[in-house]
């Protein structure tokens, strides 16, 4: 909803390797049209955002995925990746209990970096986020001035291909 706010003349598209996660989107946001993942690369797009996927991708297969990405997005397009942190200990630690997270092993920001070095995709921004629980919300005004501290429970990293 979003994206959609923000950018209202333009497609959104949703994809994902669980078929129910993409029928719980399209119940939940009719308006957002859905891809299945061995089509994605019929497009080609002008913002990709990958939110908390790339520690469920196998450490071998990482740079695949991302030069598939690469693939999609648009000249001028841009990348924004958004990940768990590592050095956030309690990050670690909610990841060690999910059920869903079992067996995944968390990407850092400087390991994320030269996945957008190696492929050329000049980083325009990046930072931690995510400082404060939902509890604390009043001071969640303050993060865009503590994205250099590393430990936020999340961090963001974007780029643009040139």
């Given at each position: ?15 994902d ?10 119940n ?22 990958v ?8 450490e ?7 030069e ?29 209990k999910?059920?869903?997270?079992e ?51 999340q ?6 291909k040139?």
């Amino acid at each position: 909803p979003h994206l959609i706010k923000k950018y209202p003349n333009s497609k959104i598209y949703g994809t994902d390797t669980s078929v129910e996660s993409l029928k719980q989107l399209k119940n939940k946001h009719p308006n957002i049209n859905i891809l299945n993942i061995d089509d994605i690369n019929k497009y080609k797009f002008d913002l990709i955002f990958v939110a908390g996927v790339f520690h469920h991708i196998e450490e071998d297969e990482r740079n695949q995925v991302f030069e598939n990405l690469v693939n999609i997005l648009n000249n001028n397009g841009v990348l924004i990746i958004f990940e768990h942190n590592p050095k956030n200990f309690i990050t670690r630690n909610l990841v060690r209990k999910c059920p869903y997270d079992e067996g995944v092993k968390l990407i850092q920001l400087n390991e994320m970096k030269e996945f957008f070095i190696e492929n050329k995709i000049s980083i325009i921004d990046y930072g931690y986020t995510l400082f404060f629980p939902s509890f604390l919300n009043f001071f969640r005004k303050f993060e865009k001035y503590m994205k250099n501290i590393w430990y936020g429970g999340q961090y963001f990293i974007a780029g643009i291909k040139k």
